[in-house]
């Protein structure tokens, strides 16, 4: 019997994959799952593009890559100076080889929506373990702003992209990182 | 045997708990879980506060309520109305009748700290089923501001309160409410 702790140490961030697609049953399946998330007065705000499609990852990867770099160069946001290196390499794909991605998406007017986006997307990425696949979080995927790429994507006016998730079967599984004792700051009883 | 779909369809939402306190051992068994949450760039961000004192959580949901109430009447804050008449009833506990309560806290320098608390947070609310308790995130929980609260729950300068979880033994397990099909704007494939 595998129990929940069982399940929730085998989760990894997966960054190598076999080249194998997912079929797109099984991501609807897990979508499906990631309902069950929790949201912020039940407001299930969540949407959803998929990309099955490696050489529209790769585009996806361009364009995002360029957009952190084109803020980072103006001063709009930080940056570690060693991703900046690695952006600037033009074989980089930000999606590894993984050979489908979830954009989870949501309207600017949701207060909670970062919270409800993240909960969803931890559904996602233990949904996934029990379809033998792995995924991770790539925050550097999500700089799509383009207005003819959002339209591609099918993000409506207003709405923007939270967390895009990579999926795949895993070529292996690595170890875990070491993980700190929680941190507590006080116990009051 | 149990599967993670399963208890992923067992998790609710709980508002009602048993008059049982939650054993600290339990509490943080269930934070040295949740260090097993991913978080961007393995920063591992999340602190944590436990409140197991009813008395403390009463004081904590008057100053919350006081607080939002506040900065809705200064336009500082939307709230549904609904809910501000509900604020306004002394006798209202954010906490319901919880036993318990877990802090997630963070510093205001990690540009990820909502995404790493809320998969922190996903972890706990899971972890919790494997041992018969029940959890809700309590947003209204969450406006602590008094620099002499702050000091008492531990909250370092600089850290701010991403999520209030309340966790106990269930009264009883409500029903789920009704999910919709996942909203899934565009297949590239």
Partial sequence: MVTLVELLKSRRSIRDFQDKAVPLKIVEEVLQ???????????QPCMFSIINCKNTMRALSD???ANLLDDFAKNKTTLNPAYAEVLKDKNFNVFYNAPCLIYI?????????DWDCALA???IMLSAIERGLGTCWVH????????????LLGIPDGCRIVAPIIIGYPK????ASERHAPKILKVIS
């Fill in 33 to 43: 799952e990631c309902t069950l998330a929790p949201s912020a007065s039940d407001g």
């Fill in 121 to 123: 997307a931890c559904y």
């Fill in 140 to 151: 550097l995927g999500s700089y799509i702003r383009n207005p003819q790429t959002k339209a």
């Fill in 63 to 65: 364009e995002s890559k």
């Fill in 105 to 113: 998406i949501g309207s600017k007017n949701v207060g909670s929506l």
């Fill in 172 to 175: 292996e599984i690595p170890a």
